[in-house]
């Protein structure tokens, strides 16, 4: 949760980066600050 009590979702499968690593690494980083999901899991948020 952030700091405003705002709810803050990453969609992983609508980011993209130079590399699959990268990617991978991006998204452990914003799991740290964020909801790390995918499109398929949002929907039924």
């Known amino acids: 949760m ?3 009590d ?3 979702m990453v ?3 609508a ?3 130079s590399s699959e690593e ?3 690494e991006s998204m ?3 799991a740290t600050i964020a909801g790390v999901v995918s ?3 949002l929907k039924d948020l």
Request: hydrophobic share 35%.
């Open 2 to 4: 952030h700091d405003r």
């Open 6 to 8: 705002y709810t803050i």
């Open 11 to 13: 969609v992983e499968d």
């Open 15 to 17: 980011c993209a980066a």
């Open 22 to 24: 990268e990617h991978r």
């Open 28 to 30: 452990k980083v914003l």
């Open 39 to 41: 499109v398929e899991n």
